[in-house]
């Protein structure tokens, strides 16, 4: 059964570094998101992306933080200058159209020291 | 603006015994609602939805969850438990007929004991 996949499954790194967090969606989906979850609180969305570009992005989503599609299989969250606040349980989904199910990854835990 | 309250954090289980998981939303709009599972160190699963058409909604694994828009709930229940139900458990909702963005609860932990 297809799923969605995420590297790595833990992320260290230290403040004020950036980091990249990847994901595979499903081949033939169409909508990627990403959402995350700080120890303790609810998941919280990000962003959607379709066609290339943003389709939506929460008030979280400032500009420390950039989404790329930068092939047909990858799509990326990177976090610019991370800060302690930034660690958390990021989720990958992504779904074949945008009133689709979307299918959620395992997560990718980062933490910033 | 929309918004997902589980009224509880942990519910603890024999096995065999009926599962009921709690649920109140607000949405300004009719809204999708969802309930999603997480094993552990696995992604979210979609368990079931409810988009407008049937108020009572089968999903996966024998559960099953009703919407009520007088009581603004839509509670997860299963009549009988299995040790492999022992999961955290996510009500969802999203703008009626639209999934793009979800807004979660803040999970409920279920624990199934022999």
């Not at chain 1, 989404?67 to 991370?82: A, Y």
Request: hydrophobic share 35%.
């Amino acid at each position: 059964e297809p799923e969605v996949t995420q590297t790595p499954s833990h992320q260290v790194t230290q403040m004020g570094q950036e980091v990249i967090l990847r994901c595979v969606p499903i081949s033939n989906h169409l909508y990627f998101y990403w959402y995350r979850q700080i120890l303790g609180q609810k998941v919280e969305f990000l962003v959607s992306f379709y066609n290339n570009e943003i389709s939506e992005k929460s008030e979280i989503f400032d500009d420390q933080f950039s989404v790329e599609r930068p092939d047909g299989s990858n799509f990326t969250l990177k976090i610019r200058s991370t800060k302690l606040e930034d660690s958390a349980m990021y989720f990958c989904a992504s779904s074949v159209g945008g009133r689709d199910e979307q299918f959620f990854g395992p997560g990718t835990r980062l933490t910033v020291l | 603006a929309q918004s997902v309250t589980q009224l509880d954090s942990h519910v603890s289980v024999s096995e065999g015994t009926p599962v009921l998981l709690r649920c109140n939303y607000s949405s300004s709009y009719s809204p999708s609602l969802f309930w999603y599972v997480q094993h552990p160190n696995k992604g979210l699963q979609l368990l079931l939805k409810y988009t407008s058409a049937a108020t009572l909604v089968k999903g996966i694994n024998g559960f099953e969850a009703e919407f009520k828009k007088s009581e603004t709930s839509f509670h997860l229940t299963k009549p009988s438990a299995h040790m492999s139900d022992a999961a955290e458990y996510f009500c969802v909702v999203s703008r009626a007929g639209g999934y793009n963005k979800l807004i979660f609860g803040a999970g409920t932990r279920l624990a199934v004991h022999p």
